[in-house]
């Protein structure tokens, strides 16, 4: 099976960086994504890793260490509308790239 | 271009009522997926259509749900009888190709059984 865990909440302040860490423990491996998701709005997608190292994409960055099972997105210059639950998901090996496995989700409070 | 869209957005029904979600994949898009938040939890898988084709319903809670892709373009979740315990916010999901790495969601169905 798949354990995933992420910190329920984290405060920031506006133009500070964050760093959201994701623990993973899985029987295989395929990748880790990170979705954002405003109340009540769909989850989007943030990044893939797949291979060990950073990703970045503008302010947004997701690093992954296979090794360690673990995962954090980091994010810069941090804006209100940041203010938002970020999801970190595994997509386990032999699941023929179907299905998702969700951590909670941290909720990321941005304060003036 | 459209993105996923659900309806409804939100449902009460009573306890032992029957419910039909829907989800309108991107178009052009093959692979359909359902997924749940129950409150509190993380959100679950439920099932992948390719097409039509139910490809994976290993996540179904039971066999009070059933799911539909008649015509391989939008889909139903139906719920009969609804219990207290499926009360969650259902999402639905598409990606073009079986493998993709993205998944766009829609913002869901927020599902009460009173």
């Known amino acids: 099976g798949q354990n995933i865990d992420q910190p329920t909440e984290m405060t920031a302040t506006e133009g500070a960086i964050v760093q959201i860490n994701c623990t993973y423990q899985?029987?295989?491996?395929?990748?880790l994504f990170w979705y954002q998701q405003h109340a009540g709005e769909a989850p989007t997608f943030l990044s893939y890793n797949v291979l060990d190292g950073l990703e970045e994409k503008g302010r947004f960055s997701s690093f992954l260490s296979r090794s360690k099972g673990y995962s954090y997105l980091l994010l810069k210059e941090l804006q209100m509308k940041d203010s938002a639950s970020y999801l970190c998901a595994v997509l386990p090996l032999n699941t023929g790239f179907q299905k998702l496995v969700f951590g909670t989700g941290t909720r990321l409070l941005v304060s003036p | 271009e459209a993105g996923v869209t659900q309806f409804p957005s939100h449902s009460v029904i009573e306890k032992g009522q029957t419910v039909t979600l829907r989800c309108d994949p991107i178009s052009g898009h093959d692979n359909l997926y359902w997924y749940r938040r129950v409150m509190g939890k993380e959100i679950k898988f439920l099932l992948h259509?390719?097409?039509?084709?139910?490809?994976?319903e290993s996540g179904m809670p039971n066999n009070r749900f059933l799911a539909e892709r008649t015509g391989g373009t939008y889909s139903t979740l139906k719920v009969q009888p609804a219990e207290l315990e499926d009360s969650g916010v259902y999402f639905c999901?598409?990606?073009?190709?079986?493998?993709?790495?993205?998944?766009?969601f829609g913002q869901g169905t927020r599902l009460t059984v009173v």
């Open positions: 259509f390719v097409k039509e084709s139910k490809q994976d």
């Open positions: 999901a598409s990606s073009q190709v079986t493998g993709a790495t993205e998944a766009f």
């Open positions: 899985t029987s295989g491996f395929n990748g």
